[in-house]
């Protein structure tokens, strides 16, 4: 069964902390992709990566990074958490263009 | 640019009635389309998509999406819902060449008794 796992479902944060959210698939996808989900504006792209090392900024990458130095892991990181980022997170990964993407169960940070 | 645009944020409907819930999309050049489903309190999950060929696709819990070029749509229809259909419907697009998934706002269903 195929899977994309975020490492928390909940997590509180102080503003100013640096955050990370790790995602690993076990799929052996190229594609990773970190959304976040706020209620009316739907899924924004963050960062996305087609391969090791490789990634490029999505809609919103302002106040994030991401890290990929091993195929199956994606990290957003929060290098100053602000309570704007207070959100849903998503993590996808997919095989090649116009394959399904497939999602973690997503990662709610508050932060305080 | 890309773009997926969905006009309809809630849809209320009684169960047994049709539904159509509305996507169109924005690119300069040939696309990939998809609409994903969001149950509460889960994660999203693919219902369908088009990548080319027939322009009409159907996902196997009866929904079905038509592909409409000229007027850059991919609208999603049931002719009868079931109040399980209650969840939340996103259109996404991928230019085909690239790897960028761009999501709509979302639309809410909602099916009552």
């Known amino acids: 069964d195929v899977k994309v796992t975020q490492s928390s479902r909940y997590l509180v944060k102080r503003t100013g902390e640096k955050v990370f959210l790790e995602c690993v698939q076990d799929?052996?996808?190229?594609?990773m992709f970190w959304y976040r989900q706020d209620p009316g504006l739907g899924l924004r792209l963050i960062y996305f990566?087609?391969?090791?090392?490789?990634?490029e900024k999505g809609d919103i990458p302002e106040g994030y990074s991401v890290s990929r130095e091993k195929k199956e892991r994606f990290s957003l990181i929060l290098e100053s958490a602000s309570t704007n980022q207070t959100s849903m997170y998503l993590c996808?990964?997919?095989?090649?263009?116009?394959?399904?993407?497939?999602f973690g169960q997503g990662t709610r940070l508050t932060v305080v | 640019a890309q773009s997926v645009t969905q006009l309809d944020s809630q849809v209320p409907v009684f169960e047994e009635a049709p539904v159509e819930l509305r996507c169109n999309y924005s690119?300069?050049?040939?696309?990939?389309l998809f609409w994903y489903v969001q149950y509460p309190n889960q994660g999203l999950q693919l219902l369908l998509k088009?990548?080319?060929?027939?322009?009409l696709v159907e996902s196997i819990n009866g929904f079905e999406a038509e592909f409409n070029k000229s007027q850059t749509s991919f609208h999603l229809r049931k002719p009868s819902v079931h109040i399980s259909d209650t969840a939340e419907y996103f259109c996404?697009?991928?230019?085909?060449?690239?790897?960028?998934?761009?999501f709509g706002t979302g639309t809410r269903l909602l099916v009552s008794p």
């Open positions: 990566s087609y391969d090791v090392k490789m990634k």
């Open positions: 996404a697009s991928m230019n085909t060449g690239f790897q960028k998934l761009v």
């Open positions: 088009y990548l080319s060929g027939s322009t």
């Open positions: 690119s300069s050049v040939s696309v990939y």
């Open positions: 799929m052996d996808h190229e594609n």
């Open positions: 996808a990964s997919s095989a090649q263009e116009g394959v399904e993407a497939f």
